[in-house]
């Protein structure tokens, strides 16, 4: 069972065999992808007819619109980065503070507070996504009954889609924040202060420092999960699809390589963040 | 002058507890908690004309009445809890290697490994699926080609591809908690049992699944819970005979606009997926805050 027992050859071979398998079973899927990203066919489909870089840089000249030239997919993509780039910064600055807020301050309360941060990740993505959309419709209904406003960001949109993602990447990005403040000497502070340092001082030089790689680690998490999000943002989404929701319509459509071509693109893009990250933990 | 000093001191204290409050609540009580409720009223709401509603249990009778939708209910909290035990039997010896066979550099390797493919998008992973299991695809051209099957068979659509695309996607989050509970039992104690007459599976099932319970149960929970609210891969991998649950919930939300059903039926799904992870939780003597933190 361990490598300190004496295990059999057979039972060598068949973990070996096993874990062997499970990675096969892990990368087909997506060297599938890569590979018919390359091939010279109007289908992602075997046989394979010769390497192409048609998909990529194919200006629509045998009916082929490659990545770069695909004008609906670039904007998707241009969509996705920015509603990431808010989801992110606000998971980071909002789970900065519910990090301090659970580690640092003393409140009825608190262990309510606390549960209930963690409560969004269990409700299913698409519940969250519905929620949202009916109460800003209750909103929005109620600033035109009341005031008379036309209120746009209400509407399935954007706003909505920022909304939803940030609800529970939030609690994951506080988990990430409050885990390395917990880990925080305090002493260091209190040391601060006895040499004059203010609050906000001691806060800027000696605390946030340490939260460094937290705060660093929680964005690219925050920024990952909200670029490959897919349920919430179905509900939520308005005429400016995300990536996520242009693949998918395509792909119920009819899959073209181009799209072969988005997934190759993301995943070097996420290997480069998630590895950029990892070496940065060394 | 210690009294007068004090107030101040305390009222400023106060003022930034409000101020690290206010996110916080903001968060809550704006995009979790007032959303719900709002859901829980759109599900107790019939229409009985335009723009006039009344309070009724419509909606939940509804989903009673017609067997259709309690068909697709229970057919999706089957096949989650399927998928979940199949996560866990195929993770567990993968976690197991790593966890204790592996050493240093390899070990580290695998792990990245697990977790790359997590990294890419679901839609990514689930075209991967599509272009390997469709009648055009890779492995039926492969089985025809070794002569097993005289034609290209269709490979999709059935439950057993919606079944692999939900392990599949599902196996970090099994893989994760296991490795980190398996890595925290100390070898002495097999290499103690062993010598005292254990065999291999008399020290799994009285020492390492004990000890590994936590993690079983972190990942046994999120793994349902993930199954249980996707949407992606049962809808693309199983095309109109999918029959899932979230799927039901878009058509009436999105599709048919009737916000009333498509909330009720939102509530069940997060009714049954709340008692499930509860009950899961009870039976394994967890608690809810340290399973989170975990996974």
């Known amino acids: ?282 | 002058m210690v009294s007068a000093a004090a107030d101040p001191l305390a009222s400023r204290a106060r003022l930034a507890l409000l101020l690290l409050l206010a996110p916080a609540a903001v968060w809550l009580v704006g995009l979790i908690v007032l959303p719900h409720v709002e859901l829980a009223v759109l599900s107790l709401r019939a229409r009985v004309a335009p723009r006039v509603y009344e309070w009724s249990l419509a909606q939940y009778r509804t989903f009673v009445d017609e067997p259709l939708y309690w068909r697709t209910f229970v057919r999706t909290a089957t096949m989650s809890i399927l998928a979940t035990a199949c996560t866990l039997l195929i993770a567990f010896p993968v976690a197991w290697y790593i966890a204790k066979i592996a050493h240093g550099r390899a070990k580290s390797l695998l792990f990245v490994l697990c977790l790359i493919p997590f990294w890419v998008s679901e839609t990514v992973r689930t075209l991967g699926w599509m272009i390997l299991l469709r009648e055009s695809g890779v492995l039926p051209h492969l089985l025809v080609a070794l002569g097993i099957t005289a034609e290209p068979v269709e490979m999709l659509y059935h439950d057993a591809t919606i079944l692999v695309g939900l392990v599949y996607t599902s196996m970090l989050f099994m893989v994760v908690p296991l490795v980190s509970t398996l890595e925290s039992l100390d070898d002495s104690l097999i290499e103690a049992a062993y010598d005292l007459g254990g065999n291999g599976w008399s020290i799994l099932r009285q020492i390492v699944v004990p000890h590994a319970a936590p993690g079983i149960a972190a990942g046994s929970i999120v793994v349902f819970m993930l199954t249980l609210g996707n949407y992606l891969t049962p809808t693309l991998l199983g095309g109109k005979n999918s029959l899932w649950f979230t799927e039901q919930i878009y058509t009436q939300f999105i599709t048919r606009f009737n916000w009333e059903q498509g909330a009720a039926f939102g509530f069940l799904l997060l009714i049954l997926s709340t008692a499930i992870v509860w009950a899961g939780l009870k039976v394994t003597g967890q608690r809810f805050g340290d399973v989170m933190r975990r996974s």
């Not at chain 1, 904007?75 to 980065?81: D, G, L």
């Not at chain 1, 808010?86 to 640092?104: D, I």
């Not at chain 1, 409140?107 to 800003?136: D, E, H, T």
Request: charged share 15%; aromatic share 10%.
């Open chain 1, 1 to 282: 069972m361990i490598p300190s027992l004496p295990r059999s050859g057979i039972q060598r071979c068949a973990t070996a065999g096993w874990v062997g398998a499970f990675f096969v079973f892990l990368f087909v899927p997506l060297v599938i992808v890569a590979v018919f990203a390359f091939n010279d066919a109007n289908y992602p489909a075997p046989p394979w007819r010769g390497f192409t870089l048609d998909w990529f840089v194919g200006s629509g000249a045998k009916g082929r619109t490659g990545l770069f030239a695909d004008a609906p997919l670039m904007k998707s993509i241009a969509t996705s980065v920015l509603v990431a780039f808010w989801v992110t910064l606000l998971s980071v600055a909002v789970g900065t503070a519910n990090a301090f807020l659970l580690e640092r301050a003393r409140f009825r309360g608190k262990a309510a507070i606390s549960l209930m941060m963690l409560a969004p990740l269990v409700i299913p993505g698409v519940i969250l996504g519905i929620s949202i959309l009916a109460f800003a419709s209750r909103l929005a209904q109620f600033a035109d009954d009341l005031w008379g406003l036309d209120l746009d960001f209400l509407r399935p949109g954007l706003p909505l889609v920022v909304a939803g993602q940030f609800s529970y990447i939030v609690s994951i990005a506080t988990l990430t924040i409050a885990a390395r403040l917990k880990r925080f000497d305090t002493t260091l502070e209190e040391a601060a202060f006895n040499l004059g340092a203010s609050r906000a001082a001691a806060l800027r030089t000696v605390t946030l420092p340490y939260l460094k790689p937290a705060l660093i680690g929680a964005a690219a998490i925050s920024f990952l999960m909200s670029f490959e999000n897919f349920n919430t943002t179905l509900m939520l989404v308005g005429s400016d699809p995300p990536l996520t929701i242009m693949m998918y319509g395509r792909m119920r459509e009819g899959a073209s390589p181009v799209l072969n071509a988005v997934s190759l693109f993301l995943m070097v893009a996420s290997a480069v963040i998630a590895l950029a990250l990892l070496r940065r933990e060394r």
